[in-house]
């Protein structure tokens, strides 16, 4: 479910591939948000997917050192495995909760999302007398999960009907362009903010929350009172947004050099042959592949830092192994060290560059980092790990 344990930042020479996760670029990042949207506003740290691919029990750590007070999630095998690691911190699954989990979660403390009677129903036989604690989802333009306006009422009454049996503590939304649309996001919250006048005149104590990264830094009016981060806590949010520019990334991703061989002019390299060369040509096997974590897609379009400079992949990225280009850079050898993404002496290369090779988004390349991958926690003391 989650990936590899960090591990202790000690012995590297005994990885072949591995990511360094710089704690305090997370805990600073958690205080750049608070910074941003002020002391009335909580900060949900949102740790679902392994935490972004940093390690869920690491990151949750370092987000409520820095200042987050909520942490979230996606299902309840994410939610249960954090409570098993000693979290006790309120906890959201922001998703669909497995109905065989539900008497699990109810005694593990877990606020659930509901958006329909049946989830409400089921939440509250669940409870086995511990009133269930209830975030009500809407959907303002989403499209996906939540209750639409015309079944607003339909919602209510089922928590009606559930009595003590639940506890209705938040209502919230999700945006769907806050990056890149900010009026059909400001239209989507004020839609949200009207169906929320209609449930706290019933519930005048519910918590609102609908701000995601983008909408936390950039979309003050969206705020409210919980914010749920979590691209921007782990170092990455839209450019200008508020505060984005001293958000600072927190995982490197590295990889060994296996071996390095002149391939001659007209000779090629990889899987179907794609990549031929057209000179006498210096190229680095590394060992990390799609296995790893690194995209197909850069496939003869990305690169890679092997001592301190971009070096672009040729050939076909494979399960365990990609190679590069390393013509430019002299005295690379076997055993020494490739960035996949991260820095590396005065080289940068962001999961954002990396995304845009690949035709995708910094999320996917953070939690594409698989489980086979070490976790090294190091801080800042360490050598920061961003731009």
């Known amino acids: 479910m989650t990936g590899a344990p960090a591990a202790p930042a000690t012995g590297r020479q005994q990885y072949t591939r591995w990511a360094d996760v710089d704690a305090a670029a997370i805990r600073h990042n958690v205080g750049v948000i608070r910074e941003v949207v002020g002391e009335s506003v909580a900060v949900m740290a949102m740790v ?47 998703g669909a909760a497995n109905p065989a989990h539900l008497a699990a979660l109810v005694a593990a403390g877990v606020d659930l999302t509901v958006w329909d009677q049946d989830q409400v129903a089921a939440a509250a036989a669940a409870g086995a007398g511990t009133p269930v604690r209830l975030h009500l989802k809407l959907d303002s333009g989403m499209g996906r999960l939540g209750a639409l306006r015309a079944q607003l009422p339909e919602l209510m009454a089922a928590v009606e009907r559930a009595g003590t049996t639940v506890e209705p503590v938040a209502a919230f939304t999700h945006f769907a362009d806050a990056e890149d649309d900010p009026e059909f996001t400001l239209a989507q919250d004020q839609m949200f903010l009207e169906a929320a006048a209609t449930l706290r005149r019933r519930w005048p104590g519910l918590l609102l929350h609908a701000a995601n990264s983008a909408a936390a830094l ?69 060992a990390a592949g799609y296995a790893d974590g690194v995209q197909r897609a850069q496939s003869n379009r990305g690169s890679v830092l092997v001592g301190g400079h971009r070096c672009p992949i040729i050939g076909r990225v494979s399960m365990d192994q990609l190679t590069a280009d390393v013509s430019l850079v002299e005295g690379v050898r076997a055993g020494d060290e490739a960035v996949i993404f991260g820095r590396q002496g005065g080289g940068w290369l962001g999961a954002d560059d990396v995304a845009s090779a690949a035709g995708t988004i910094s999320y996917e390349v953070l939690c594409a980092v698989s489980a086979r991958v070490p976790r090294l926690r190091v801080d800042a003391g360490e050598g920061q790990l961003g731009p």
Do not use: N
């Not at 690491?58 to 200042?67: K, N």
């Not at 249960?80 to 699954?93: D, K, N, S, V």
């Not at 979309?219 to 520019?245: F, K, M, S």
């Open 218 to 286: 950039g979309l003050p009016a969206t705020r409210h009172d919980l914010v749920r981060c979590g691209l921007a806590i782990y170092g990455y949010a839209p450019a200008g947004a508020e505060g984005a520019a001293r958000l600072r990334p927190a995982m490197s991703l590295h990889a060994r050099v296996t071996q390095v061989k002149t391939v001659r002019s007209g000779q090629s390299v990889g899987y179907g042959r794609t990549w031929v060369a057209e000179r006498d040509t210096r190229v680095a096997a590394i």
């Open 48 to 94: 679902k997917a392994d935490g972004y691919g940093h390690g869920d029990t690491l990151a949750a750590a370092a987000a409520l050192e820095g200042g987050a007070s909520w942490l979230g999630s996606s299902s309840a095998e994410e939610a249960l495995h954090l409570r098993a690691e000693g979290f006790t911190c309120p906890l959201l699954i922001v």
